[in-house]
């Protein structure tokens, strides 16, 4: 009886590929169960792999020099725990957050990709559309930067040695060069809200504010000013 | 020092950095099936979700160079695997390389000195696999309550405060962009000059892929404008 039911369900599945396709909630709901199954994953891996060279190969160095390293490590970063997943989370969505936060490189290279992506595709940002090309793009960018850190593992030194040492000292450009890029590519779109961004930068980089805190309140001071500037242009909209 | 390479380069080491591996590269397929699967009833073509793809990974390239010289400095102390799972999980290869650093520290020794043994090095993977929890363990248990607090904006007064939602997130995006950009554009004269050379080119780029509707030109826009940005850089320093 099960049997049959099944073959009758593979059937309209081949005869409706319709059947096969997912609803915006579905998505959520199966990003939710992936990206917290995948998470929890690496999440007791990262504990098992200290252990194990703690406890079965015995290298085990104390808790003191640990708990010394961890705290220092956590005054350095410990703010981008809380901070970055939060901020970010209007940008990326619910699928893009699960990516882009296990497979880390997020303002320089999972946010651009998505950035990217949504201009060729003409998606908004906050949209259905907008939230699947990001997942798309974020997911190749994430499965690209896996291979090409395997061959400069595999290649080791030799890639260093073949570089030119002047091409090499370029690449701390980067960074740079892809805000740059991806700060027209909105300015094009919209150059009032390019150059609110830009000035809201700016001034924040300038005043002497806790570094941690410079990324939240540009968001915020930018967020506030864009909705501001909305209202005022419905308000005109409805006069006229 | 040879002992503890030894160590960090044993098979046991590799397992466990190649199921962490896997499993990101398991995480991105189910993605991207899922968002291919959701595509059509959010109004995507084929070739949009194609050309998605394709400006994703043609954007990886850059940033996971940038990475090499780190990445292969952190190889000479932390071993292949636990440098290639640190590169790939949560956690950048200059945080990493601090965190590497202040582990050292902490154990009372260096990278790459004498005293560098096998307990320094699991000192280490101690500091940097529990300080990349911490990004982990946020997204695990904040996300959920994020998406409702997102489907509360957007369910209310149907497609008015849909489109808040996409003022929003646009904002923010530019906040972000705005804030790094910024600050790049700060340190010096040489780095200024690679912002505008590189947001020149972007703005040219897309101009001409808008007008002749090339959209090729669009997915590979900001990598050209990388690309461009470099050469300037290389001829300034």
Not at chain 1, 193 to 217: C, E, H, K, M, S
Not at chain 2, 133 to 157: A, D, H, N, P, R
């Given at each position: 009886m099960e049997m049959s039911n099944k073959a009758l369900v593979a059937e309209e599945i081949a005869a409706n590929p319709k059947v096969e396709s997912l609803e915006m909630e579905q998505f959520h709901q199966k990003s939710h169960f992936w990206g917290r199954l995948t998470m929890w994953a690496v999440i007791i891996l990262s504990v098992l792999l200290p252990l194990y060279l703690s406890f079965v190969v015995g290298y085990h160095p104390g808790w003191g020099p640990i708990v010394a390293a961890f705290i220092a490590y956590a005054a350095m970063v410990g703010y981008a725990w809380v901070i970055e997943p939060i901020s970010y989370y209007p940008t990326l969505g619910v699928s893009g957050t699960y990516l882009a936060f296990l497979t880390g490189n997020i303002s320089n290279m999972c946010l651009p990709a998505a950035a990217a992506a949504q201009n060729?595709?003409?998606?908004?940002p906050g949209t259905k559309k907008g939230e699947i090309t990001a997942a798309l793009a974020i997911a190749a960018a994430s499965l690209v930067n896996i291979v090409v850190i395997a061959i400069i593992i595999a290649s080791g030194s030799y890639l260093i040695s073949i570089i030119p040492s002047s091409v090499q000292a370029t690449f701390q450009f980067v960074v740079p060069a892809i805000f740059g890029g991806i700060l027209a590519q909105f300015a094009i779109k919209n150059p009032l809200y390019g150059l609110i961004a830009v000035i809201t930068g700016?001034?924040?980089?300038?005043?002497?504010?806790?570094p941690f805190f410079r990324g939240i309140i540009c968001i915020a001071i930018t967020i506030t000013i864009c909705l501001y500037l909305e209202k005022v242009k419905?308000?005109?909209?409805?006069?006229? | 020092m040879e002992k503890a390479l030894q160590l960090a380069n044993s098979y046991p080491v590799w397992i466990f950095a190649a199921i962490v591996i896997g499993i990101v590269i398991f995480q991105a397929i189910v993605f991207i099936r899922l968002a291919t699967r959701t595509s059509q009833n959010v109004g995507m073509t084929k070739q949009e979700v194609q050309s998605a793809?394709?400006?994703?990974a043609i954007n990886a390239i850059g940033p996971a160079m940038a990475s090499l010289i780190i990445a292969i400095s952190l190889m000479t102390f932390l071993g292949n695997p636990v440098t290639f799972m640190r590169s790939?999980?949560?956690?950048?290869?200059a945080t990493e390389s601090a965190g590497a650093n202040l582990a050292a520290t902490a154990f009372g020794t260096e990278l790459g000195s004498d005293g560098f043994n096998e307990q320094a090095y699991t000192t280490i993977v101690w500091t940097l696999c529990l300080g990349g929890l911490g990004w982990l363990l946020v997204t695990v248990f904040f996300t959920k309550s994020l998406g409702k607090m997102q489907e509360k904006i957007s369910s209310q007064q149907g497609s008015k405060r849909g489109s808040l939602m996409a003022i929003i997130s646009?904002?923010?995006?530019?906040?972000?962009?705005?804030n790094f950009g910024s600050a790049e554009l700060l340190k010096g004269v040489t780095n200024a000059v690679v912002i505008i050379t590189a947001?020149?080119?972007?703005?040219?780029?897309?101009i001409i892929a808008n007008k002749f509707k090339l959209n090729w030109l669009k997915e590979w826009s900001l990598g050209f404008s990388i690309l461009a940005a470099?050469?300037?850089?290389?001829?300034?320093i």
């Amino acid at each position: 009886m099960e049997m049959s039911n099944k073959a009758l369900v593979a059937e309209e599945i081949a005869a409706n590929p319709k059947v096969e396709s997912l609803e915006m909630e579905q998505f959520h709901q199966k990003s939710h169960f992936w990206g917290r199954l995948t998470m929890w994953a690496v999440i007791i891996l990262s504990v098992l792999l200290p252990l194990y060279l703690s406890f079965v190969v015995g290298y085990h160095p104390g808790w003191g020099p640990i708990v010394a390293a961890f705290i220092a490590y956590a005054a350095m970063v410990g703010y981008a725990w809380v901070i970055e997943p939060i901020s970010y989370y209007p940008t990326l969505g619910v699928s893009g957050t699960y990516l882009a936060f296990l497979t880390g490189n997020i303002s320089n290279m999972c946010l651009p990709a998505a950035a990217a992506a949504q201009n060729t595709i003409g998606a908004e940002p906050g949209t259905k559309k907008g939230e699947i090309t990001a997942a798309l793009a974020i997911a190749a960018a994430s499965l690209v930067n896996i291979v090409v850190i395997a061959i400069i593992i595999a290649s080791g030194s030799y890639l260093i040695s073949i570089i030119p040492s002047s091409v090499q000292a370029t690449f701390q450009f980067v960074v740079p060069a892809i805000f740059g890029g991806i700060l027209a590519q909105f300015a094009i779109k919209n150059p009032l809200y390019g150059l609110i961004a830009v000035i809201t930068g700016i001034v924040i980089n300038l005043t002497p504010i806790i570094p941690f805190f410079r990324g939240i309140i540009c968001i915020a001071i930018t967020i506030t000013i864009c909705l501001y500037l909305e209202k005022v242009k419905a308000r005109k909209k409805s006069v006229a | 020092m040879e002992k503890a390479l030894q160590l960090a380069n044993s098979y046991p080491v590799w397992i466990f950095a190649a199921i962490v591996i896997g499993i990101v590269i398991f995480q991105a397929i189910v993605f991207i099936r899922l968002a291919t699967r959701t595509s059509q009833n959010v109004g995507m073509t084929k070739q949009e979700v194609q050309s998605a793809l394709k400006v994703g990974a043609i954007n990886a390239i850059g940033p996971a160079m940038a990475s090499l010289i780190i990445a292969i400095s952190l190889m000479t102390f932390l071993g292949n695997p636990v440098t290639f799972m640190r590169s790939v999980v949560i956690g950048s290869s200059a945080t990493e390389s601090a965190g590497a650093n202040l582990a050292a520290t902490a154990f009372g020794t260096e990278l790459g000195s004498d005293g560098f043994n096998e307990q320094a090095y699991t000192t280490i993977v101690w500091t940097l696999c529990l300080g990349g929890l911490g990004w982990l363990l946020v997204t695990v248990f904040f996300t959920k309550s994020l998406g409702k607090m997102q489907e509360k904006i957007s369910s209310q007064q149907g497609s008015k405060r849909g489109s808040l939602m996409a003022i929003i997130s646009s904002a923010a995006m530019l906040g972000v962009f705005g804030n790094f950009g910024s600050a790049e554009l700060l340190k010096g004269v040489t780095n200024a000059v690679v912002i505008i050379t590189a947001a020149l080119f972007m703005f040219i780029l897309l101009i001409i892929a808008n007008k002749f509707k090339l959209n090729w030109l669009k997915e590979w826009s900001l990598g050209f404008s990388i690309l461009a940005a470099l050469s300037v850089g290389f001829f300034i320093i």
